[in-house]
C-alpha cells in the first residue's frame, strides 16, 4: 500500500486522528480543560435536587443579631467562655471553633499588675505574698485564662488554628504541633504532592492547654476561586497535620484511630475508624454540597446565650462555631453561590464523611473515559458519513443529551464523576470537522465537473472522466522563480458603485495596463483572478535577472497607475490604489491539469508567501512590500526600507519585510527613511517615547506614511499594555 493511499484523508480516519488527539490531551491534562470539567460539576450540582443533611451538624453563628445584642466584633473573650458554658448545658456533644485565638487579649488592669510584678522582680525587697496575689488576681481578670479554663472545663472543644504557605511568615506554635497523624503508613516514597505549610498560626498556649483537639480551618479554592475540595492532610515538617473537619468527627465517633497511608504518586487513603474516605493523590476530598447556603441549621449565638433555643435542637450535636455577619463574614465561592459562609463547608465536610456521602471517581473511570472518547470518534466517524445533514445534526443533539443524561444519571444517584468535558468536545469536534470534510469533497467534485463540462461536448466521454478521476496526470519541477501578486484596494465597494458594463470597462482598462508593464519585463502573466494579477519571472524562459525584473515591474506598475489615476480623474471614474506583494524562492513549476485542460503554473510556500505579502500592504498603508531574500539581491539596485518581522499564516518562521519604494539614486525619502529605521530600532527595544518622537519625525516629512502611523498606534498600546520580557519585536498575523 503506498504512502499516500495510506494519508489520504477519508471520514473514518478524520474520527481516529481526532479521537486519538482527545487521548493524548487527556493525559496532558491541560488546566483549562481540567477546570472546564470542574464547571461541568458545578452544573451538575445545581441541576440536582435539594438533598437534606443528617442530625448530627449544627451551626453556631456570629450574625447581626448577636452583635446587635453582646456587641461588636471581637468579643471579649469572657463572652466566648459563657458561650462555652451555655453549650455545654445545652448538651452539645463536640464545640468546634472556625476560629484562632492566636494573640492574648490586650487588659489594662492585667497589664499594669503584671509591670509592677516585673519591676519587683530586680528588688530584693518583694512584699510577702505578692506572687501569690498577682496569680490570684490573674486568674480573676484575666479573659484569656477565663477562656482556658472554660474550655478545659466542658472537655468538649476542639480549636481551630491554619497555616501559612507564603515564604516569609513568622510561625506561632503551640500545642497544635501534638495533633498530627500519628498513624502514618508509607508504602512507597514518591513525589510530594500533598500541601506544603511554611508556618503555623496556633492558639495562645493559655487557651490551648485545656481543648479535646485542634484541627486547621484552611480552604484551599480552585484556579477559579471557586472551592471544590477540602485538603485532609497537610505536610508542616515532615508531620502530617488532619483538618477541624476529621478532628471533630473523631471526637464526636469516640477517638477512633485516623490513619494516613502514602505511595509513590502521592496519598493513597485517608481512613478514621472503619471508614475509608476517598482523596485524590493529593489527600483532598471532593466536597458533596447539598445546596446553597443554611442547609444546615443555623442557630444565632445570641439566642443561645438567652436561652431562647430548645435544648433538644443542640443536645448531642457537633456545634461549629462561626461567621456570616457582615464585615466579619468568611465568604467563599462554591458550584452554588458566589457568597458562601466557610463553616458551612465545614459543616458540609462533616455530613460527607459522617453519612459516607462522598462524590468519587475510581481509577478505572480513566480507563471508560478513554474508551468513551475512542468509541465516541469511531461511532461518528462511521455514521456520519451516512446520514443528510438535518439527519445527522439532530443524531449528534441526541447522542450528546443522551450522555450528558446518563453523566448526571451517575452524579445523582451514585456520587459517581464521569467525564463530561472530553466526550462533548469529541463529538462536537468530530462533527464539525467530518461536514467540513463533506463540504470540501462536494466543493471539489462541483469544480471537477465544472471544469469538464466546459471542454467535453459528449455526456459519455465527460461521464468516463468523472467516474476515473484517476486517469488525470499532473507533473512538474521544482525551479527557484520569482513570483509577483497585485490587487486592487477595496475593489468590492468600488464595484458596488458602477454599472455593470462600466465595471467591466473599467477593469479590462485597468488589467491591459498593468499586463503590458509585466510583459515588458517578460514575465509570465499566470491568470487573472478578478482584479487580481499574478506574475512569474524566471519562467517559462530562464531569466537569470528575474528578481530584479519583477521589481521594475513593481515600480512601472505604480507609475502607470498613477497615469491612469489622471485619465480617470478627469472622467469622473474611481481613483484605485493597488498592493504588489513580491518573493522569490523555490517553487513547482508546470503543466497543472488533465490531459485535455491544464494551465501552466507554479505552487509552493513561496508563493503563498508573495500572496500575503501583498495582502499585508492594508495593514502598513504601503504600495509594495517584498521579501527578505528579494531584498539581498535587489539591495545594491533599489532604495528600499525595512518594515517589520512578521510572522503570517501557515509559516512557522518569522521574515523581515520590506517596503520597495524607488530606483537607487531616485527617491527623495533617504531622511525620512533613516529616521523610521531608528523608530524601528527603539521599538524594538521597548523605547517607546523615543519610537513615537522618531516616527513622528517620519510623518513630518511624509505626512501620510502607513508604517509610522501604524508604529505609533503599537507603541502606545505597548505603554498601556506591555508586551512580556521574552518579545523579540515578532508581529503576528492571524488572518
Not at 512538474?476 to 465595471?503: M, W, Y
Request: aromatic residues 12%; glycine residues 8%; contains cysteine.
Amino acid at each position: 500500500m503506498k504512502i499516500r493511499t495510506i494519508f489520504k484523508p477519508s471520514y473514518l480516519k478524520i474520527a481516529a486522528g481526532i479521537s486519538f488527539l482527545f487521548i493524548v490531551t487527556y493525559f496532558l491534562s491541560p488546566s483549562f480543560l481540567e477546570l472546564l470539567e470542574l464547571k461541568t460539576v458545578d452544573a451538575r450540582f445545581r441541576s440536582r435536587p435539594p438533598i437534606t443533611p443528617g442530625q448530627d451538624v449544627v451551626i453556631a453563628t456570629i450574625d447581626e443579631k448577636s452583635l446587635d445584642e453582646l456587641g461588636r466584633w471581637p468579643w471579649p473573650r469572657t463572652v466566648i467562655a459563657r458561650l462555652i458554658g451555655k453549650l455545654k448545658l445545652y448538651g452539645a456533644s463536640v464545640i468546634a471553633f472556625d476560629i484562632v485565638f492566636s494573640e492574648p487579649t490586650e487588659h489594662f488592669e492585667l497589664n499594669s499588675i503584671l509591670s509592677l510584678e516585673g519591676e519587683y522582680k530586680g528588688s530584693e525587697s518583694i512584699p510577702p505574698g505578692f506572687t501569690d496575689y498577682v496569680n490570684k488576681i490573674r486568674t480573676e481578670i484575666d479573659p484569656d485564662v477565663k477562656l482556658g479554663k472554660s474550655i478545659k472545663n466542658s472537655g468538649k472543644v476542639i480549636l481551630g488554628y491554619f497555616f501559612h504557605f507564603s515564604e516569609g511568615a513568622a510561625p506561632k506554635e503551640g500545642r497544635e504541633l501534638l495533633h498530627n497523624y500519628q498513624n502514618v503508613d508509607v508504602l512507597k516514597q514518591g513525589a510530594e504532592t500533598i500541601l506544603n505549610a511554611s508556618a503555623i498560626e496556633s492558639n495562645i498556649e493559655v487557651i490551648a492547654n485545656g481543648a479535646k483537639g485542634f484541627g486547621y480551618y484552611n480552604i484551599v479554592p480552585d484556579n477559579d476561586g471557586s472551592v471544590r475540595w477540602n485538603p485532609l492532610v497537610i505536610q508542616y515538617r515532615n508531620k502530617y497535620y488532619a483538618p477541624l473537619s476529621l478532628q471533630v468527627i473523631k471526637a464526636y465517633l469516640g477517638d477512633p484511630p485516623l490513619s494516613l497511608t502514602l505511595t509513590d504518586y502521592g496519598v493513597s487513603n485517608i481512613k478514621l475508624g472503619a471508614t475509608s474516605i476517598p482523596v485524590d493523590e493529593s489527600g483532598r476530598l471532593f466536597i458533596n454540597y447539598y445546596g446553597g447556603q443554611k442547609v444546615f441549621p443555623y442557630y444565632s449565638i445570641a439566642d443561645i446565650m438567652s436561652g431562647r433555643i430548645e435544648k433538644e435542637r443542640l443536645k448531642g450535636k457537633i456545634v461549629l462555631i462561626g461567621s456570616n455577619a457582615v464585615g466579619i463574614y468568611d465568604m467563599r465561592v462554591t458550584p452554588f453561590e458566589g457568597v458562601y459562609p466557610g463553616v458551612e463547608i465545614h459543616a458540609t465536610v462533616i455530613d460527607n464523611i459522617l453519612n459516607k456521602r462522598f462524590l468519587v471517581k475510581p481509577q478505572w473511570f480513566n480507563l471508560l473515559d478513554i474508551l468513551a472518547i475512542a468509541g465516541i470518534g469511531i461511532f461518528l466517524g462511521i455514521v456520519i458519513p451516512r446520514l443528510s445533514a438535518i439527519t445527522g445534526i439532530f443524531t449528534v443533539i441526541a447522542f450528546l443529551a443522551g450522555y450528558i443524561y446518563f453523566s448526571l444519571y451517575l452524579f445523582n444517584h451514585n456520587g459517581l464523576l464521569f467525564n463530561i468535558t472530553y466526550p462533548v468536545l469529541v463529538v462536537i469536534t468530530t462533527y464539525l470537522c467530518l461536514v467540513l470534510y463533506r463540504y470540501t469533497m462536494e466543493v471539489r467534485e462541483k469544480k471537477k465537473i465544472k471544469s469538464t463540462f466546459q471542454h467535453y461536448v459528449a455526456a459519455p466521454v465527460m461521464e468516463e472522466i468523472l467516474k476515473h478521476p484517476e486517469k488525470l496526470k499532473l507533473g512538474g519541477e521544482e525551479k527557484e522563480l520569482t513570483v509577483l501578486f497585485s490587487d486592487i484596494r477595496r475593489f468590492t465597494t468600488i464595484s458596488e458603485g458602477l454599472k455593470p458594463n462600466a465595471l467591466i470597462n473599467l477593469l479590462n482598462e485597468y488589467l491591459s495596463a498593468m499586463s503590458e508593464v509585466v510583459f515588458k519585463y517578460q514575465g509570465y502573466l499566470d491568470k487573472y483572478v478578478g482584479d487580481a494579477i499574478m506574475a512569474v519571472y524566471g519562467a517559462p524562459l530562464m531569466q537569470e535577472d528575474h528578481i530584479n525584473k519583477a521589481c521594475l515591474t513593481a515600480l512601472d506598475m505604480m507609475e502607470r497607475l498613477n497615469g491612469i489615476r489622471q485619465e480617470w480623474k478627469g472622467k469622473g471614474l474611481p481613483i484605485l490604489n493597488i498592493g504588489i506583494g513580491i518573493n522569490t524562492g523555490n517553487m513547482v513549476v508546470g503543466n497543472v491539469g488533465s490531459e485535455q485542460k491544464y494551465e501552466y503554473t507554479v505552487i509552493g510556500d513561496n508563493v503563498n508567501l508573495a500572496s500575503r505579502l501583498e495582502d499585508l500592504n492594508k495593514l502598513y498603508g504601503t504600495n509594495i512590500i517584498v521579501s527578505e531574500r528579494v531584498y539581498k539581491q535587489i539591495g545594491e539596485d533599489f532604495f528600499c526600507r525595512e518594515l517589520d518581522i512578521v510572522q503570517v499564516k501557515g509559516k512557522i518562521k518569522p521574515v523581515t519585510i520590506y517596503e520597495l519604494i524607488d530606483r537607487k539614486g531616485v527617491s527623495s525619502l533617504k531622511g525620512a527613511v533613516d529616521a523610521f529605521h531608528r523608530g524601528l530600532k527603539y521599538y524594538r527595544e521597548k523605547r517607546w517615547e523615543e519610537a513615537i518622537k522618531a516616527f513622528n519625525t517620519v510623518i513630518e516629512l511624509k505626512p501620510d506614511d502607513g508604517p509610522s502611523l501604524l508604529f505609533i498606534q503599537r507603541c502606545r498600546q505597548f505603554m498601556v499594555s506591555p508586551p512580556p520580557d521574552d518579545w523579540q519585536g515578532i508581529f503576528i498575523i492571524h488572518h
